[in-house]
């Protein structure tokens, strides 16, 4: 097994040598059947850092692959999506085969278009790989025709028009799965109640015992998601972001305490986790329109 030491891919033809693919048609998009790749074996140990776009979807998968500490399994019509930066460690056994295509795409290659902005909030580039988007029947349907009419336009002649015609299909790829995601949250609409019920009561319990505000990171690494994968899901079911569940978690245990106690605001300021009286004060009343005094009067 090889050490584990990241190779850093700045280029897409970088990634087509070590996957011993003919070279990309364009240098700064890719588009790969993944029956065409003859998987690394021996047990061999990728951990690769990719500087591109990349969105894949997965299909008859047979073996393991490791991200990071965890093995998954990939299910028919499965999709993964990573943002430049990332580090991605896959192990690969002898039994391994994948089929499905995989989109790759450097930056550059759609700097000064929207779409260079835009894809910083498909929140699903930041999600873990064990959060991929499952697909159903019609909906794999409708993602395999996106890629191949991508896979059509970059295997065509480059005109002045290839690189407008690409990025808009990638747009549209783009915009349907993030309707996808949203899909997926409302049909396991079961297991997002069970992760926002732990998030409420790993805040009750925060409060009870903590002298510190919790931040989303903390909050994803209990609950073990990912950071976009949370506060997107909660945004789904709720209509909040989960530093708005935060916020309006702390603001209910603050009027308990302001109410049921004697405590100063100050004391109470402490217990939440504020630094300074002050910062309480201010958010208090941003989401009451009452300072804390004011509310406590209120009561009296």
């Known amino acids: 097994m090889r050490n584990n030491v990241p ?10 040598r070590i996957l011993a693919l003919p070279k990309p048609i364009h240098p700064l998009v890719s588009v ?11 047990e061999i140990l990728l951990t690769l850092v990719y ?3 990349s969105i894949c979807i997965k299909k008859g998968y047979k073996g393991k692959m490791k991200y990071g500490q965890n093995y998954y ?25 994948v089929s499905g295509i995989w989109l790759i795409v450097h930056p550059d290659f759609i700097r000064n278009y929207p779409l260079s902005k835009k894809i910083k909030e498909f929140g699903y580039f930041s999600y873990a790989v064990n959060e991929a988007l499952h697909l159903s029947e019609k909906e794999e349907e ?28 990638i747009e549209l790829l783009l915009n349907y799965c993030n309707r996808f995601y949203n899909r997926q949250f409302i049909t396991r609409k079961n297991a997002s109640n069970e992760l926002l019920i732990s998030m409420e009561n790993l805040l009750d319990t925060h409060f009870e015992k903590e002298t510190k505000l919790p931040t989303v990171q903390y909050l994803s690494d209990k609950l073990n998601v990912s950071t976009n994968y949370l506060n997107d899901m909660l945004k789904s079911l709720t209509g909040q972001t989960t530093q708005q569940h935060i916020h309006a978690k702390l603001i209910e245990k603050a009027k308990e305490k302001l109410t049921t106690t004697s405590l100063s605001v100050s ?12 910062s309480f004060n201010k958010l208090f009343k941003s989401k009451t329109n009452f300072s804390p005094l004011e509310f406590r009067k209120s009561f009296n």
């Open 73 to 97: 399994d990939f299910d028919e019509g499965m999709m993964s999506f990573f943002a430049p930066g990332q580090v991605i460690t896959t192990e690969i056994t002898d039994d391994a085969t």
């Open 267 to 278: 004391e109470i300021a402490y217990e939440l986790g504020f630094e300074y009286p002050q």
């Open 51 to 53: 500087n591109f776009y």
């Open 32 to 42: 790969v059947n993944l029956d065409e790749i003859t998987l690394v074996t021996d």
């Open 142 to 169: 409708m993602i395999e025709t996106l890629m191949k009419n991508i896979e059509k336009e970059y295997q065509s002649t480059i005109d002045t028009y290839s690189q407008d015609v690409i990025i808009s299909q």
């Open 7 to 16: 190779i850093i891919l700045n280029s897409i033809s970088e990634l087509h």
